[in-house]
């Protein structure tokens, strides 16, 4: 890829939207997978009282809305504000009691796994039904679109591409105290292809550094996959 087409990919401009300033992609399709809509708030004129409480609006009691759901609230109910990165507001905003909840859980992937997604790490991957995997680096794109895979040969992987992951672990599910994820199933979409094409992607077998990255890659990437579908169900 040229550094002109990276640069124009990466771009960014500043927004202001009733709900705040955004900092959004110069080009509307080289927006984060990952990122959320803004809502359309419930016009003032349908909610003459909190949609929580149910307290009645009034000069005393002004009504809000939540940035993140769009409805109505009193102050009460409406009053913390918090980071949206999903929807690229530069600034904490107002959000309802149960939006705040899952944006707070929400942040933990930006802070965290969306750092050791960035970074990368090593696996041995395999295409298709080829018997012989390769050695590569696997990493998030910085503009969050596509998976990345570097070894003897180049890969871009589209995320809004990808169908289904599946996540290999040793133990339980992904989340359990005691998993502990080895691999990767991922089926992708390729433009002009009839049938979903699928890779391989599992950890190596030594005792190294990079066993525990590729752990951490793995984990972090069950947690994307969940963002991407709640991203698609919007």
Not at 35 to 41: F, K, N, S, T, V
Not at 122 to 131: I, K, N, R
Request: charged share 25%.
């Amino acid at each position: 890829m040229s550094s002109g087409v990276a640069a124009r990919r990466d771009a960014k401009k500043l927004v202001r939207s009733p709900s705040g300033l955004r900092m959004v992609p110069e080009h509307r399709a080289f927006g984060s997978p990952f990122g959320l809509e803004e809502p359309q708030w419930v016009p003032d004129k349908e909610c003459p009282r909190c949609m929580q409480c149910d307290a009645k609006f009034d000069f005393i009691t002004r009504k809000h809305h939540c940035r993140r759901c769009g409805k109505c609230f009193c102050d009460r109910c409406c009053s913390q504000k918090v980071p949206l990165r999903r929807m690229c507001f530069v600034d904490p905003v107002r959000q309802c009691a149960d939006c705040a909840l899952v944006s707070h859980r929400e942040a933990e992937f930006y802070d965290k796994q969306l750092k050791v997604l960035l970074s990368g790490a090593t696996f041995l991957v395999t295409f298709g039904d080829s018997e012989k995997p390769e050695t590569m680096v696997c990493r998030l794109s910085n503009n969050q679109r596509c998976l990345v895979l570097d070894g003897d040969s180049h890969h871009e992987i589209e995320i809004a591409h990808v169908c289904t992951v599946q996540i290999l672990t040793e133990g339980f599910t992904p989340g359990a105290g005691s998993t502990r994820a080895t691999g990767m199933l991922l089926q992708y979409t390729v433009p002009g292809a009839e049938a979903a094409a699928q890779l391989r992607l599992m950890a190596g077998e030594d005792a190294s550094g990079s066993k525990r990255q590729a752990a951490a890659w793995l984990a972090a990437m069950h947690k994307a996959t969940k963002l991407l579908y709640e991203s698609r169900d919007q």
